[in-house]
């Protein structure tokens, strides 16, 4: 009788370990030279999930011996104020790495705060020019939530090569840069969208399938082609992501679980971007 094969859970834990395992001696060699990796996250406003997540940046931070500025901004911050305070981190040489917090209130122009963000700071590749380098394979610092996503496929050796990859989702933090980032890896891949007809035929084609949707339990079991593997970037409420975990579980050929799956593996790019800007900045000076 041939056993049921089991789906490989696609932890994300020990992939985030294996990329801030080689920030030790990074950050040992940059205090050598007086040097301390600096974060900066800004939030503005009191959402209690943006809150959370830049706690839990600023913890792992100290956790890594990476030092960390918060900045909270009140919720009537004008676009102006905004740009003034992320210039200020611009031109401050002891920080390496700036975070603004998506998402801002509606008030603010965030692409607009995002553009302020320079270049060699641009630790979570929310720039355009960020994006564009990302979108040719050249950046430094791609997105942190993309990255996290190709670092868990590179480290349970999952072939994308060939393979049809389905994005659900195309925010210009994540659902688009993962998809250029799979494109760039010789995927084939389809960009859904809340306008997208027939979504779940098309996600059941997909070989690949990377939830980037901000809905909890959006992914139901019947959308997905049997063997194929479900990458999980939501994070809602509750701690559910935007796969229906346990109905899709049983289907998929490897699944990543929330909480434990692409979160962590995001934080750890973070802090691995946030040290390598800090050796480019400081060979730079
Ligand atoms: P976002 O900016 O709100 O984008 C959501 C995307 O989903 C949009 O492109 C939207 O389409 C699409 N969408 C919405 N409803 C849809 C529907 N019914 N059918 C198909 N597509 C639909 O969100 P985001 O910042 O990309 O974040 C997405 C999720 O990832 C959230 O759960 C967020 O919390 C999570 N996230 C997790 C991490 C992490 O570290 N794990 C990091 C960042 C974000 P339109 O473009 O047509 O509106």
Redo the contacts with the bound molecule.
């Keep these: 009788m041939n056993a049921k094969k089991q789906p490989v859970i696609l932890n994300g834990l020990p992939v985030a370990e294996s990329l801030k395992e080689p920030l030790f001696s990074s950050i040992e060699k940059l205090a050598s030279r007086g040097i301390v990796p600096c974060l900066a996250t800004i939030l503005v406003g009191d959402d209690p999930?943006s809150a959370t997540?830049v706690k839990m940046k600023g913890n792992a931070c100290r956790r890594l011996g990476i030092d960390s500025k918060r900045i909270t901004l009140d919720t009537s911050t004008s676009t102006a104020a905004l740009i003034a305070v992320i210039e200020q981190l611009n031109n401050d040489p002891s920080i390496h790495g700036i975070l603004l917090q998506?998402?801002v209130p509606p008030h603010i122009d965030e692409r607009a705060a995002f553009e302020a963000i320079s270049i060699d700071k641009d630790v979570d590749g929310v720039t355009m020019m960020g994006f564009a380098q990302n979108a040719f394979g050249a950046a430094p610092y791609p997105s942190?939530?993309p990255a996290?996503i190709l670092a868990i496929l590179d480290y349970y050796q999952l072939k994308v090569e060939g393979k049809h990859a389905v994005v659900?989702?195309?925010?210009?933090?994540?659902?688009?840069p993962v998809s250029l980032m799979l494109l760039n890896r010789n995927a084939t891949v389809t960009i859904?969208?809340?306008?997208?007809e027939n979504?779940s035929d098309i996600v059941r084609s997909g070989d690949i399938v990377v939830?980037?949707?901000?809905?909890?339990k959006?992914v139901k079991a019947g959308w997905i082609k049997p063997g194929a593997v479900i990458l999980?970037?939501?994070?809602?409420a509750g701690n559910v992501?935007?796969v229906d975990y346990a109905e899709c579980e049983p289907i998929a050929g490897a699944i990543t679980p929330?909480p434990s799956?692409?979160?962590p593996?995001?934080?750890a790019a973070l802090l691995k971007h946030t040290v390598e800007a800090a050796e480019r900045l400081s060979m730079a000076r």
Excluded at 168 to 176: A, F, H, W, Y
Excluded at 192 to 196: D, G
């Design positions: 999930s997540y998506h998402p942190c939530t996290a659900i989702g195309r925010s210009p933090i994540l659902g688009k859904c969208h809340s306008k997208t979504l939830a980037a949707v901000g809905r909890a959006f999980d970037a939501g994070y809602n992501g935007d929330v799956g692409v979160g593996v995001t934080i």
